[in-house]
């Protein structure tokens, strides 16, 4: 792998690759071309070459790619190779609904724990996992090893819940409050602002010219 910084678009796109590839092992494919792939995924064969070419190719010419092979180097790539743990912080609609969407264990990001500071959530269970008080999180978090915590709460009390769970350990944030978090060098947040994504889809609807257009980043 190059040891130059790899550009945000690239990263991603990672995942759509990972996908489409998951697809592809499902159907029984065992090679591919980048222009194949490119059919696929509606993106340039160029894009596709160099943007695997940042990690290496994995490409042979005259052969074009192993889909099993680039599938598992692409996991390396994005680290999910290995299993995370994870706790959601935020037993409301949402976060139930992240608890019990199985597939995110499929990818190794395995829900430990669920807290609230509600009393009416704390005590019930979500896809087998009791919701604990939000107090019982630091020594939770030392005892499961956990990599990451969802937020999925006000963003009213998200600086201070956040601040909590990086003080007890937790070095990565998916951010689904409705606010940006200002943390640490060492704490790496991703946030998910699901209205602006629905004001980008309004953004095309309203500028769209007869065709459907998609906007992709990079």
Do not use: C
Not at 200 to 205: A, T, V
Request: charged share 25%; proline share 3%.
């Amino acid at each position: 792998m190059s040891d130059r910084e790899i550009s945000t678009a690239v990263i991603r796109r990672l995942p759509r690759y990972y996908r489409y590839l998951e697809e592809l092992i499902d159907s029984g494919v065992e090679r591919i071309s980048s222009n194949e792939l490119s059919e696929r995924m509606k993106v340039t064969a160029s894009q596709i070459r160099q943007d695997l070419n940042n990690f290496g190719g994995f490409g042979q010419q005259g052969y074009g790619y192993n889909v099993k092979y680039l599938h598992s180097e692409i996991a390396k790539i994005l680290g999910i190779d290995k299993n995370h743990n994870m706790i959601i912080v935020g037993a409301g609609n949402l976060g139930q609904a992240i608890a019990n969407y199985s597939a995110f264990e499929k990818r190794g990001f395995v829900v430990k724990g669920i807290f609230d500071i509600n009393p009416k959530l704390v005590g019930m269970t979500v896809r087998g996992i009791e919701v604990m008080n939000l107090e019982d999180m630091p020594e939770f978090v030392k005892r499961e090893n956990i990599d990451i915590a969802a937020l999925t709460i006000p963003k009213t009390s998200a600086p201070e819940v956040a601040a909590e769970v990086a003080a007890a350990g937790v070095k990565a944030i998916w951010n689904f409050a409705h606010t940006d978090l200002n943390m640490p060098e060492d704490v790496v947040v991703e946030n998910v602002h699901l209205s602006e994504s629905l004001m980008r889809l309004s953004y095309n609807i309203a500028n769209k010219n007869g065709k459907t257009r998609n906007i992709q980043e990079g």
